[in-house]
């Protein structure tokens, strides 16, 4: 390695060791993304209201549960009691970026608050069933903002304003029934509109909210943001909260196609013993195994090459009459060992033979036993325009 090129890897090295250097120390970009995780820091997860929720329901009881509302409240159901009851009482919460509620959840926390319990849901979108059971209709706003005005309606708690700019969403309540629901806030871009109403279902109420990034780390952290959360939460009755984290409690659920047998005792360890069983087979049988055996190439067969060289070689010389007399007399062996016919006499007889077993044309086969015959009679005057139509006659029948 020349000098100059040194010079060049060396100023290479110190080029890429300063990119490295500059991507490891410049600031790490804010992620935005709306997880609503309460192990998430970042400015729309719920790690601030997960730290803080205990000051929000105050000598509360607050249960984190990781399971469908339908999952965990079918649980408790009393189907021993007399009036057909749950074994818990209190509000299910559960705030998140755009609800993921399955039907079956649904019905269940129907059934739930009718029971005299509450329900408070706080989602950019609510579910479609839900809205239909309650008669409540959602609208998006089209007309896009930068930013919106938030707050309650109770002049009791104070009507100030706050301002959301980052994670706001446009959804608003368009349609209610305006005999079982009250509007508890508001929110104004272009208009006013409805953002947080309480609707009576039976024994029990939902509270129902399309301004979640209000409790994100972001709005609870950012001035004085904190007093729109608390009196949003402040219509939540003094029970038992049963706050719903599912898919936000920061756990990473594997995309694997074995996740259900690896979550299973049973079908886990069957399928470690499987996979044990197999490499022991592996092991054990590859020592059974014949070892491979090397392919050796055959010789070469150089009789063509041979034969081109001394007819090259015969070719160079001009000797003519002697390359005939061995075309003809390689003809000849041939039309023996193939067709099994005397070459003894070239006649009538002999081409007719010929021309039955080989199938050929028979004025080809006329025509070299022609050239063979006359080749024969004057053996000494062949020139090189013979040797050429010898060969062509002949090879018209051999090939």
Known sequence: MNRTLKIYVFFLILLLAGIVYIDINRPKPINWSPTYSIKDKIPFGLYVFDNEVKSYFKNQKIEKINTTPYEYLIDQYDYDSLVNNYKIKGTALNISEYSDIDKQSVEELLIFVSRGNTAFLSSKELPMQLLDSLKVTTKLDYKFNDSIFNWVANKKLDSKKYKITEGLGNNYFAKIDTLNTTVLGYQNGDSTRVNYIKVKYYDGEFLLHTQPAAFTNFHLLKGNHFEYAQKVLSYIPKNNIYWFIKNQDGQVISQSPMRYILNQPALKWAWYIFLLGTLIFMIFNAKRKQRIIPIKKPLPNTTVDFTKTIGNLYYQEGDHDN?????????????????????????????????????????????????????????????????????????????
Do not use: C, W
Not at 323 to 343: G, Q
Not at 350 to 374: E, M, P, W, Y
């Open 323 to 399: 390359i005939i007399n061995k075309k003809i007399v390689y003809f000849l062996e041939k039309i023996r060992n193939v067709y099994l016919i005397d070459t003894n006499k070239l006649d009538d007889e002999f081409i007719k033979k010929l021309h039955l077993k080989s199938g050929k044309d028979i004025s080809d086969i006329q025509r070299a036993v022609f050239l063979i015959n006359t080749h024969r009679k004057s053996p000494h005057s062949s020139i090189e325009e013979d040797l050429i139509q010898m060969n062509k006659a002949i090879e018209k029948i051999i090939n």
